[in-house]
């Protein structure tokens, strides 16, 4: 193989990359970021002449992935997996690369203060915002942002270090910028205004009501199945176009973007690269989070449970399959607001791309971080069914997996590598409960996750108890075989 610092190059895209200008500063360079936002760039880039370029920051961990990104000239390859075979595309938008503790805080404070940043983009997941899912506010109490309250000029948060940085750019005469969200949550524009002018109004008043002013925070629903990058992964790629790229990532065909069009210094023409600018996301955002994210969570629970690895595998027993469409149709599209789309045909398309048998996407890794994924993907529309009197017993089965899940054994006795923010008090209110009624309560008191509304509603807490009384009983496969039946 040759040598990626070298050999990239020959790749590399047509347009004339010295004309791209640090526009944007992204934070979280991981494998999603790779694959959507930075490819929507250098198809502008590549087709429109854009000159949109992207300073690449990582804050905490991924120090090899900005080494080598820098080693090869800032370029990295984008695989799109399909039964019928892999594409290649390399990508050129990277300006400049950041690690906040191998560069230092002061270089990426240094970058977001460029007078043409325009645009702040974050993929750090739900967990990064440090806010509590269940109500969507910062968490003052958490250890990182008491940290960084206690030193605000030496933030280590994503949020510290966008607050420390529009300081900056206050104190210099510089305007703000727009904070744009890409991660999945249901309106992350306005969760993130809310953590970022919490912390603002924590360090000083003054700096709070100047970011009110100068700074929005547009919401976006982002949409492309990437998987983790394995060994095999990039094995692949390599034998593909001759280059080892450490850098590179694959993905699903398919991508999607809805943008809210509320930015402060301008933003990139994204609509000619396929994005949709709206006024109001939320719709869109709720109908992913709800049908895709949603079926896609429920699947990684009781599909591991059942002894199934990946996605594709779970779409060969139809009885999941069967499970996966009607929890989409019949439970989380009645709860939607999104008008002029034809449900039944997007939950077709979602059944259609979970059966890509190249994707190889790992039940465990959709797995992770369970406590920051359940409320928007089931439990808000649990609340929308207990308002309306209505059915949700695949939801009630989707909420009992996870809890199954989380008991950190499977069906066979092996243990589960639980990863997920608050580990370790899910563990701890496992370790102090009985398995069956006396563990669904004991879970039902994170209010982190499940409010107090909730665990205070016996429709709700007998409607879980049900569900996870049929998993003990009869295991996760035939319960998913018990439910499909009675659809």
């Known amino acids: 193989m040759e040598n990626s610092a070298l050999s990239l190059s020959r790749f590399a895209p047509q347009y004339d990359r010295s004309r791209l200008v640090t526009r944007c500063v992204h934070l979280g ?15 502008l880039a590549t087709d429109h002449h854009s000159d949109w370029g992207y300073c690449e920051v990582n804050l905490i961990g991924g120090e090899q992935q900005i080494a080598d990104l820098n080693r090869q000239d800032r370029l990295y390859t984008v695989a799109e997996m399909s039964a019928e075979g892999w594409t290649t595309r390399v990508v050129g938008v990277a300006t400049q690369a950041l690690h906040a503790q191998v560069d230092g805080l002061d270089a990426v404070l240094t970058a977001l203060c460029q007078p043409k940043v325009a645009i702040v983009s974050l993929t750090i997941t739900e967990k990064g915002y440090c806010h509590s899912p269940a ?138 690269a396929g994005a949709e600018l709206v006024t109001d996301v939320l719709p869109f955002e709720e109908m992913k989070l709800r049908m895709l994210n949603g079926s896609h969570s429920f ?35 009645p709860t939607l607001k999104v008008k002029g789309v034809d449900l039944s045909r997007y939950a077709d398309s979602l059944i259609a791309r979970y059966e890509n048998t190249a994707l190889a996407h790992r039940t465990w890794q959709i797995a992770m971080d369970g406590s920051q994924k359940l409320p928007q993907r089931m439990l808000d529309s649990i609340r929308w069914h207990l308002a309306k009197g209505s059915n949700w017993p695949l939801l009630a089965l989707g909420v009992a997996g996870w809890m199954r899940y989380v008991d950190g054994v499977d069906e066979q006795g092996n243990a589960i590598e639980i990863s997920d923010p608050l580990k370790a008090d899910i563990a701890a209110k496992v370790a102090q409960s009985e398995q069956g009624t006396a563990r669904v309560q004991a879970l039902l008191s994170l209010t982190a996750i499940f409010g107090d509304d909730l665990p205070g509603n016996p429709v709700f807490v007998e409607g879980v108890m049900q569900a996870y009384r049929v998993l003990l009983e009869k295991g996760a496969k035939a319960a998913i075989a018990q439910y499909a039946a009675a659809l």
């Open 29 to 43: 360079f991981g494998a999603f970021h790779r694959a959507h936002q930075a490819v929507y760039a250098d198809i």
């Open 135 to 272: 109500t969507g506010e910062l968490m003052r109490e958490h250890p990182m942002i008491a940290a960084d309250l206690a030193r605000p000029e030496q933030p280590k948060t994503a949020v510290g270090v966008i607050v420390a940085a529009l300081a900056r750019r206050k104190a210099a005469g510089l305007r703000g910028f727009s904070v744009m969200s890409c991660d999945n949550m249901p309106e992350n524009g306005h969760v993130t205004r809310n953590v970022v002018l919490a912390y603002a109004h924590a360090v000083d008043a003054a700096l709070a009501q100047w970011i009110e002013g100068e700074v929005t925070f547009p919401s976006t629903m982002v949409d492309r199945i990437v998987p983790a990058v394995t060994p095999e992964t990039l094995q692949r790629i390599a034998d593909l176009t001759g280059i080892d790229d450490p850098v590179a990532v694959a993905c699903e065909p398919f991508r999607q973007w809805v943008i809210e069009d509320n930015f402060v210094a301008g933003r990139p023409e994204w609509e000619k």
């Open 299 to 333: 699947l990684a629970y009781l599909g591991y449970l059942a002894g199934y690895p990946l996605i594709n595998i779970c779409m060969e027993d139809q009885n999941f399959r069967a499970a996966a469409r009607a929890l989409m149709l019949n439970e989380q599209a």
